[in-house]
């Protein structure tokens, strides 16, 4: 089995994406809020304290994303709301033994799970984005659907509220 993953992770038309490494977040973040590379890069260097060609560190990102749960999130013109997904929507329940026993999802049964909304989904090291159940990653990951999920943020678009004007 593997994953269905749109290019469109990869394939920014930009030179600042094709002289970046370690920016796996900043691809997610910008295809999960549809703003452009620069812009994304741009907002995770100054509000994840991200440095040129290194990873944004987990804990950065942990910590911010529920700050923007409270805030709501705004990258370039496009205003998000944010959604920290819990133990409960990240890991599998079972019972053995009469013991309850929690194990980590993968990233095939996260999007069996959620087969609608977009998530920038964190998997060891690495980061990406789940749309709709497709997966937006490097094309090499796609025979990777058992890679465990350690972390997930709902990303949703909020509507931006024009008035018009007739006169």
Not at 151 to 156: C, D, G, L, N, V
Request: aromatic share 12%.
């Amino acid at each position: 089995m593997y994953l269905n993953v749109n290019e469109a992770y990869s394939k920014f038309d930009s030179k600042l994406a094709k002289e970046e490494k370690n920016d796996c977040f900043v691809r997610s973040l910008a295809v999960a809020s549809g703003s452009q590379y620069e812009t994304a890069h741009q907002f995770v260097r100054d509000e994840f304290g991200r440095e040129d060609k290194k990873g944004t560190e987990n804990f950065a990102i942990y910590a911010n994303m529920l700050r923007y749960e409270e805030e709501g999130m705004t990258i370039g013109n496009s205003k998000c709301e944010v959604k920290v997904l819990g133990k409960d929507r990240i890991k599998n329940v079972y019972k053995l033994k009469g013991e309850v026993i929690y194990r980590q999802k993968t990233i095939s049964s996260f999007i069996k799970d959620n087969p609608k909304g977009t998530y920038v989904v964190g998997v060891a090291k690495h980061a990406l984005t789940i749309k709709d159940g497709e997966v937006f990653d490097w094309n090499a990951n796609k025979f990777k659907p058992t890679r465990k999920v350690q972390s997930a943020y709902e990303i949703k678009s909020k509507k931006s509220e024009t008035q018009l004007s007739l006169f």
